[in-house]
C-alpha cells in the first residue's frame, strides 16, 4: 500500500482556526462519509487535548457553526457530525484509507496520515493541499500496513494522565528539539518529578500506539 504524511495549514479551516484561537489540540478520525449535493457529511470521532476552560470555549464555538450538525462531548472524548466542502471528495472516497487519527495543532497546521493501493490518489490529495492549504508532503511510501488507530481512538487515560500529557503538549516537550524537560513540567504542576513522570510514561504508553506506528 502506498502512504502519505501531508502536513498543511489550519487556519480559516473549521476546526483548525479555533484549535489556534483557543490553544487546543485535537486528534480526530471519520468514521463515515456520505454525499450531498453541495457538501460531504462526515461523522466523526476523537479526543480534545487542552486546559478546562479552553476546551469549553473550543467546543462552545464550535457548535455555532451552521457547518456543525452534531457534536457531543465527555471529558476529552467527542463525537460529531460535520459539512466538509464537496471539493474533499478526494479525501473522501472508496480509494482512500485513513491509517491515524488526524492532528488539528494549536500552533496552526494539521497533519494526516492516509494511504491507498494506488498513488494516484494520494497524489492528488498532495497537489489539493500544496494549492489550497500550504501543504507540505511529510512523506510518501510504499509499505505494508502493521496496524490502524481505528479500534479505539481515545484510550482510556486517567484525569492525571491528561493533564500531564496535556502539559507536555502546550509546552513544547515534543518538539525537536525539545523546548522544556521533564523535571521543569513537574514543577509547572507542582507534583513531584517521580510522580509527574509516572503520569506522563503511563499516558503515552496508552496513547502513543493509537497515533503512530
Known amino acids: 500500500?502506498?502512504?502519505?504524511?501531508?502536513?498543511?495549514?489550519?487556519?480559516?479551516?473549521?476546526?483548525?482556526?479555533?484549535?489556534?484561537?483557543?490553544?487546543?489540540?485535537?486528534?480526530?478520525?471519520?468514521?463515515?462519509?456520505?454525499?450531498?449535493?453541495?457538501?460531504?457529511t462526515?461523522?466523526?470521532?476523537?479526543?480534545?487535548?487542552?486546559?478546562?476552560?479552553d476546551k469549553k470555549r473550543f467546543i462552545r464555538e464550535l457548535k455555532k457553526e451552521a457547518r456543525v450538525i452534531n457534536f457531543e462531548s465527555n471529558n476529552d472524548f467527542f463525537i460529531g457530525t460535520?459539512?466538509?466542502?464537496?471539493?474533499?471528495?478526494?479525501?473522501?472516497?472508496?480509494?482512500?484509507?485513513?491509517?491515524?487519527?488526524?492532528?488539528?495543532s494549536e500552533k496552526g497546521y494539521e497533519i494526516i496520515t492516509i494511504g491507498s493501493f494506488q498513488r494516484q490518489p494520494l497524489t492528488?490529495?498532495?497537489?489539493?493541499?500544496e494549492e489550497k492549504y500550504n501543504g507540505k508532503l511529510i512523506s510518501i511510501q510504499q509499505k505494508k500496513i502493521k496496524s490502524i488507530s481505528i479500534i479505539?481512538?481515545?484510550?482510556?487515560?486517567?484525569?492525571?494522565?491528561?493533564?500531564?500529557?496535556?502539559?507536555?503538549?502546550?509546552?513544547?516537550?515534543?518538539?525537536?528539539?525539545?523546548?522544556?524537560?521533564v523535571q521543569q513540567l513537574a514543577k509547572l504542576t507542582n507534583l513531584s518529578f517521580s510522580t509527574y513522570q509516572v503520569h506522563l510514561r503511563k499516558a503515552e504508553e496508552k496513547l502513543m500506539p493509537y497515533l503512530f506506528e
Open 82 to 104: 460535520i459539512q466538509e466542502p464537496v471539493y474533499t471528495k478526494c479525501i473522501y472516497n472508496k480509494d482512500i484509507i485513513h491509517l491515524a487519527p488526524a492532528l488539528i
Open 152 to 181: 479505539k481512538v481515545h484510550p482510556e487515560l486517567t484525569g492525571k494522565q491528561k493533564e500531564a500529557m496535556t502539559l507536555a503538549i502546550k509546552e513544547g516537550y515534543y518538539h525537536s528539539p525539545r523546548k522544556i524537560s
Open 42 to 53: 462526515v461523522q466523526i470521532t476523537g479526543t480534545i487535548f487542552g486546559k478546562k476552560e
Open 1 to 40: 500500500m502506498w502512504t502519505a504524511k501531508i502536513k498543511f495549514s489550519g487556519k480559516g479551516k473549521l476546526v483548525g482556526s479555533k484549535t489556534l484561537k483557543y490553544n487546543i489540540n485535537l486528534f480526530g478520525f471519520p468514521l463515515s462519509y456520505y454525499y450531498e449535493k453541495d457538501w460531504i
Open 124 to 129: 492528488k490529495i498532495i497537489n489539493l493541499f
